[in-house]
């Protein structure tokens, strides 16, 4: 297994700039041993979700720190992780990052003391505060033999090669500005997973892995376009290397949301140069 | 570290598509279709303001007239920009379910494309369809951006049916009343800033809106009901 090279930006949407909104999107990214784990996430942003951007936070932080769980029960038989995800990733392990998300959205808002909602029976009414701070969330597990791809809501997740841009998910386009939440009771339901050898499913490296919000696709004229722009990002990657695509990467991304939809957007990149690691 | 150019292919605001659709029936001779030119027209310069102040939805607008059949005033959508509003005359009968049928051809994709912003549509009528609009309605409704579509009505005068309207909307909360010029120009403004809220970029969760789909349920989130003008809040002697 090659070394990943792991760099990301979330910036502020042009439009949200107009209207002094603060960008809503999260990612983090790290390796962890030979395994690399990729998350971004979107925070709705409307006047009805006034904390996503707590909430998007909240969504990357829960699904790096279960896949981080799983790395190391699991590290020294990761085949075991690989027929356990493929097994039961869209149901006991979405059912795991959907709690987790819920367990830190209640912990926070009690803990900034907001107010607290109750039902028609006098009950706490946690659907109207998760809706505070609903979010997208894409989650990627890079193991060595294997991927593991978590997605609820809209945003796109590539594996990017010289033969092109290939998404690793295909999910249902809903159309207009809707999408599916964390912030729905059950939000679990509507995840979709996907399991893939890495030998047989992904093209050799050099490669890449390009997780972006959805502010980003949106932005293309097209389809066709993400696709050409995914690939070009990749080639630019290795002809000038990673840490030169890196500190560009924000003034790209902020021209991108100017000349396009005007969303937040995040791309968030795991490059593999195919260098053996030193052992 | 140097400065590379920006990858990437074409980039591109999102398309956001208005359409005025409008009742040229015999009933809207007069003082009706006269208030109506003159509170569309009213209305221009500031969503021409509101296009130029949001640079990333591109407003297109175009005007659907029905009366004795229906027909598209412009044949293509329209920049906001370039928009001219051409005066309506009435006459004729109230063909609603033609208007319905031309709509549902340009709310398919293609012609529109799925990175479209919700199309609004906005329904002006004073009377009763005289064809069988409910088949066409339904027809629009089932397409994916008909569903999805922001869509308001005003109901112009004493004698508009309601319920079609409503049926369209698919709630009362967005019939809006004007049985006078006064309030049909307020209606109309109103309803021209549905472009400039669609067009924020905001995400929503999905079943939010699915609400708003079913006949009866509240209007969509997107839009401030709050600021909708009440219509017993408009003197005026001539009331339709």
């Known amino acids: 297994m090659s070394s990943a090279q792991i760099f990301g930006e979330s910036v502020q949407g042009a439009s949200h700039k107009r209207s002094g909104k603060e960008c809503q999107d999260s990612n983090r990214g790290f390796s962890l041993g030979q395994a690399s784990i990729l998350s971004v996430a979107d925070g709705h942003g409307s006047n009805s979700c006034p904390y996503s951007k707590t909430g998007s936070v909240i969504a990357v932080s829960a699904f790096c720190k279960i896949m981080r769980d799983y790395c190391k029960h699991y ?19 979405a059912q795991e990052i959907d709690q987790e998300w819920k367990r830190r ?36 597990l890079i193991a060595p033999s294997f991927l593991f791809a978590f997605q609820l809501g809209d945003g796109d997740m590539a594996c990017i090669s010289d033969a092109g841009a290939e998404p690793i998910i295909v999910t249902e386009k809903i159309l207009g500005t809707e999408t599916h939440s964390l912030s729905k009771l059950d939000a679990w339901k509507k995840a979709i997973t996907r399991t893939k050898r890495t030998v ?5 490296p050099p490669h890449a892995f390009m997780l972006t919000t959805d502010g980003f696709a949106n932005s293309y004229a097209s389809q066709e376009e993400y696709t050409k722009s995914a690939g070009e990002y990749f080639a630019l990657i290795q002809k000038h290397g990673a840490e030169a695509v890196s500190s560009n990467l924000r003034q790209w991304l902020s021209e991108t949301s100017e000349m396009g939809c005007g969303d937040d957007i995040t791309a968030l990149i795991a490059y593999f140069d195919g260098k053996e690691q030193p052992e | 570290m140097s400065e590379l150019k920006r990858p990437g292919g074409e980039l591109a605001s999102r398309p956001l598509h208005f359409i005025w659709i409008v009742d040229c029936s015999g009933s809207m001779c007069g003082e009706k279709i006269g208030s109506l030119n003159h509170a569309i027209q009213s209305t221009i310069p500031e969503m021409a303001d509101a296009a130029r102040n949001n640079p990333n939805a591109q407003l297109l607008i175009r005007t659907l007239k ?11 959508p329209v920049n906001m920009e370039d928009f001219a509003w051409d005066d309506l005359s009435a006459e004729g009968v109230t063909d609603l379910g033609k208007a319905f049928e031309l709509l549902a051809a340009q709310l398919t994709i293609p012609p529109m494309t799925d990175r479209a912003l919700p199309p609004v549509l906005v329904l002006l009528s004073d009377g009763q369809p005289t064809d069988d609009y409910k088949q066409s309605l339904d027809k629009l409704l089932h397409l994916p951006w008909g569903k999805k579509a922001v869509r308001i009505a005003i109901s112009i005068g004493q004698d508009a049916d309601d319920d079609v309207l409503r049926d369209f909307t698919g709630n009362r909360e967005l019939v809006l009343q004007a049985n006078n010029p006064t309030a049909l120009v307020n209606m109309i403004k109103w309803a021209s800033t549905a472009a400039s809220l669609v067009s924020a970029p905001a995400s929503r969760p999905a079943d939010v809106q699915a609400a708003s789909d079913v006949s009866g349920g509240s209007a969509p989130l997107i839009l401030d009901m709050n600021n909708i003008p009440n219509p017993s809040d408009v003197q005026d002697g001539d009331v339709w």
């Open chain 1, 75 to 93: 590290a020294n038989d990761m085949e075991t992780l690989l027929t356990f995800l493929n097994r039961e990733g869209d149901t006991k392990v």
């Open chain 1, 105 to 140: 959205v209640r912990k926070v808002h009690k803990d900034n003391k907001r107010e607290q909602y109750v039902n028609d029976k006098g009950e706490k009414d946690y659907a109207a505060i998760y809706a505070l701070y609903g979010s997208t969330l894409l989650g990627l």
């Open chain 1, 200 to 204: 047989s499913d992904t093209p050799e």
């Open chain 2, 66 to 76: 029905f009366s004795t059949g229906a027909s598209w005033v412009t044949s293509s």
